[in-house]
């Protein structure tokens, strides 16, 4: 049994039609086409965004190109970039039910979340802007009397960043105001199928103070712009979230200019669970790691790895615990599962779940599509008796659907959760400080968790181990990410070695080389 909340019919809901931004310019794509958002809870059609084309991204490419070479924004100091971007988080935080609205209609992700991730991406453009002020390079005093080397950190340039449908103005957060607060300027393309939010968040940066041509913001499929915008020679670096497929197609196309590429992929992440840990906490956390955004996460804790002897009582308990979560309409407040991106998604999900069944998993728990009138629903599923080779233990569902594998030794867990492609997250619970420290050590992955799961804050770098990516975001490095060094070898006094022998008593060829002089 899943609890359901029937969605209320949309009756007075209107489609919203947005314009792009490109050059400090709102307007239509091109060649005039749109796209159509339905609302995957509602089945109702709720967005029309432009069809940006090959020419508006490239239109877009060359403003944020002149904005860089030109415009006020890589000059300005960093503290009045700084403020700016302060601005920008406080009109996040008044237009935050707006945002979470649209991202919960948009994505079908339940809006008690969607409120949550929008305070969280205020904190983030707060913690960017504090770190603009301290982006500095180095200085090296200590190369002898006559030379003084300062490595600078510059702005990179141009920068496209592409985001995915399942956090749609959380992920922009975690990207541009740390471009920006590098003096970077941008191309941004939302996933076409949740662009409101990040067209509203182009409106805030405007009224903010950004200057034209330093946030341009166009909207339209992968392969009509994202292509545009990963290979074009105007663009300094890539910052990607997405699937693991067209991150690799990202890195190869940027690869034809030698752009630097950062990638947020995807993830299939373990949760170790010992017979010593905190059972109650355990049980909550495997049901919101594996259920949270209706799993459409790449954090989602999709892998439970259970010691054997207590994966029957994990399981009674996870399945006990899950037939309380509720499923259905995102917009009602006591919605803790939302819908389904797409029905194509839903479709792939419950082949993921058959094609378990089929190879000798156990369905301990739902399994199924959930019909509540509109939209598409999944039921919290748990897979157990699931094993390492199976697809479900290793690829990522991205649907709520928990896969339960067991262990007998902790050199055996470590082994299964390292035993795949992915590297991006992984949890492990126990009271013993050794077996915690054990697998935080040697578990391949870009965060640990260790008796909690998927908790996180600005300060903290996130990123992905192997196939779940390139790179960090957050964290106090974020901003460097953006930059470029260059170092200035500055040298005092008269020139003390002469390359070629002079008679003016200064060093012969020779004597510079004996010295360690170098020309390379
Ligand atoms: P996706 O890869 O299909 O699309 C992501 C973005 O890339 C979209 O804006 C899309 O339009 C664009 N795109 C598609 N084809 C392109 C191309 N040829 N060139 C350039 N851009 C192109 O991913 P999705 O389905 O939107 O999102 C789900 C995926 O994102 C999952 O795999 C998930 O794990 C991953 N993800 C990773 C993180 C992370 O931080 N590691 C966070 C969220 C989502």
Known sequence: MTVVVKPKALVD???????????????AAAEGRTLERV???????????????KADAERAIAAARKAFDDGPWPRMTAS???LILLRAADMIAARADELAYLDCIESGKPISQAKGELGGAADIWRYAAALARDLHGESYNTLGDGTLGVVLREAIGVVSIITPWNFPFLIVSQ???????????????????????????????????????????????????GAVMTSHPDVDMVSFTGSTGVGKL?????????????????????????????????????????????????????????????????????????????????????TQVGAIITPQHLEKIVGYVSAAAGNGATVSHGGAALDLGSGQFMSPTILSAVTPDMAVAREEVFGPVLSVL????????????????????????????????????????????????????????????????????????????????????????????????RRNGLLSTAKREEKGGRDA
Not at 178 to 200: H, N
Not at 322 to 329: E, I, M, P, R, T
């Open 80 to 82: 009045e970039r700084s």
């Open 406 to 501: 067991t262990f007998e030794t902790t050199d055996e867990a470590i082994r299964i959760a390292n035993s795949i492609d992915y590297g991006l997250s992984a949890g492990v619970w126990s009271r013993d400080f050794d077996t915690c420290l054990t697998i935080g050590r040697k578990v391949r992955a870009g965060t640990v968790w260790m008796n909690t799961f998927m908790d996180g804050a600005s300060e903290l770098p996130f990123g992905g181990y192997r196939q779940s990516g390139l790179g960090r975001e957050l964290g106090r490095h974020a901003v460097e990410d953006y930059t470029e060094t260059k170092t200035l070898n500055m040298h005092i006094g008269g020139r003390t070695a002469m390359w070629m022998p």
């Open 250 to 334: 990202t890195m190869s196309n940027a690869a034809q200019t030698l752009k630097k590429v950062s990638l947020e992929l995807g993830g299939k992440n373990p949760q170790i669970v010992f017979p010593d840990a905190n059972l109650d906490d355990f049980i909550d956390a495997a049901v919101f790691g594996a259920y949270f955004n209706a799993g459409e996460c790449c954090n989602a804790g999709s892998r439970l790895i259970v010691h054997r002897d207590i994966a029957d009582e994990v399981v009674r308990r996870v399945a006990e615990l899950s037939a309380k979560v509720k499923v259905g309409d995102p917009l009602d407040p006591s």
């Open 39 to 53: 609302a995957p809870g509602h089945g109702v059609t709720i967005s029309r965004y432009p069809a940006a084309t």
């Open 13 to 27: 809901a209107k489609v919203r039609d947005f314009q792009m931004l490109i050059d400090g310019k709102w307007g």
């Open 175 to 225: 990207k541009l105001p740390f471009a920006l607060a590098a003096g970077c300027t941008t191309v941004v393309k939302p996933s076409e199928l949740t662009s409101g939010s990040t067209l509203v968040l182009g409106e805030i940066l405007e009224a903010a103070g950004v200057p034209a041509g330093v946030v341009n913001i166009i909207t339209g499929t992968g392969p009509d712009v």
